[in-house]
């Protein structure tokens, strides 16, 4: 009992501080809100070599050079997709309806964050939260407590030249499941990307949430899809930051009219490609431990998973392929590898290649993301129209492009929602706009026109 008030008062010491800037951040202009979103940007954008050196070296997963790129990246493609909103006050004014809107902050935002993304994930949710007049308060992932805290430091430092209000983004000093627990049971609303335990414990705090669900992208190339450019573009998802990301590439779901002509196309592009059961058995045990992902292939090197498995790869190997021997629960293949892994599907109709992604995202990943690499919009949106995920990404790789991109239309985030089917709030990509409330002022419209019995009922 003593623990559990040393927590409650620990975490109300963080509540009180972040409720008094967030008061004083009200009086804030849009031009000073968006000065200070930009400049969580920026910081992370200009040191995107340390923050991804120290975030590889606590962790332990992952690739420098890739998260150096998705400092960059990400920090860039939010700012851009901020830029310009309005997000305080009076942000739209509908003449045909005589509805006026006024955005409002919700207060005090709770993040919990990932060791997988322990820099990107803090800046994109400290940007949606002040972007909409918010503080917020992180609770990071126990093994990157320190590259997450000296990025909110290192934001902190340069909000302080902007005479930001101090603690409008605080992160915990002292993680526990307590002081997570207390935290999401007394924020306003919460943001939780991570394991699923995370997510669900959001959703049960009794505060709004905002969660994920489990990633396991589906990659099918139709019949007359570009191998030459589609196999570089899954292989650079699939190895993206040793294999981490949620929104990565995990199986490749080819016409058996191309089957051997794409997988040609893949060793040429630095894949090994595994056909003998006894190693693809040893893949599998390698992989995963009582049908859950192993903790030491998880962000590792293709090397680093090769040697777990006892298996010798060609030196200069990008990714491995491992051919399944079933969709959905007939192998544990096609569940997430969050590791330089794809798993090769053959089907004879594209509509027999949309039934192994439905059955492999009933198996693990429904709701999230599906990849397609075709030419005809009538089986892109045959795909569309069948498979239940959240976003469908087209002829682009998908670990870069789903969360977001300068070359299509979602929102630049790190936190994906995968609606319902993924236990989630929200079915698409997180930004400032769930973090906001809008009060709506609805203006008497005395010349709308009142229909008539015959044109309402067509009598």
Known sequence: MEMEMD?????????????????????FTQEQ?????????????????????IAVEETGMGVVADKIAKNKGKSRTIWNSLKGKKSTGIIERDEVTGITKIAKP???????????????????????????????IITPHHKSIHCS?????????????????????????????????????????????????????????????LGVGAGNVQCILDVDADIETAAPQIIA?????????CSGEQSVIMPEARYNEMLAEFEKNGAFIIR???KKEAMRSAMFVDGAMNRHAIGQSVDAVAKLASLEIPENTKVIIVEADGSGEADILAKEKMCPVLAAY???????????????????????????????TENIEYAGKELCVSRFVVNQTCATSAGGSFFNGLAPTNTLGCGSWGNNS?????????????????????????PTDEELWGL
Request: proline fraction near 3%.
């Open 237 to 245: 998802g699939r190895i993206f930051d040793n294999g981490i990301i």
């Open 346 to 376: 053959k089907y004879k109709t594209f509509a027999e290649g949309v039934e192994i992604a439905r059955a492999n995202l009933e198996e693990e990943g429904k709701g999230h993301s599906v990849s397609i690499h075709s030419n005809t």
């Open 33 to 53: 809100i968006d000065e200070i979103v930009m400049t969580i940007a920026k910081v992370v954008h200009d040191n995107a070599e340390y923050l991804a050196e």
């Open 276 to 278: 003998d059961p006894e």
């Open 106 to 136: 919700i207060g005090v935002v709770a993040a919990i964050t990932p060791c997988t993304n322990p820099i990107v994930t803090p800046m994109s949710n400290a940007m949606f939260a002040l972007k909409g007049g918010n503080a917020i």
């Open 7 to 27: 927590s409650v008062a620990y975490i109300n010491e963080y509540l009180e501080r972040a409720r008094k800037a967030q008061k004083a951040y009200e009086a």
């Open 149 to 209: 805290t000296k990025t909110v430091e290192m934001i902190n430092e340069q909000l302080d030249h902007l005479g930001a209000p101090k603690y409008l983004i605080q992160i915990l000093d002292q993680q526990s499941r307590e002081n997570t627990k207390n935290l999401i049971a007394n924020a306003d609303i919460v943001i939780a990307t991570g394991g699923m335990g995370m997510v669900k414990a959001a959703y049960s705090s009794g505060k709004p949430a």
């Open 426 to 450: 929200i079915s698409e990509n997180l930004d400032y706009k769930h973090l906001i409330n809008i009060s709506r002022i609805a203006y008497y419209m005395k010349d709308n026109h009142v």
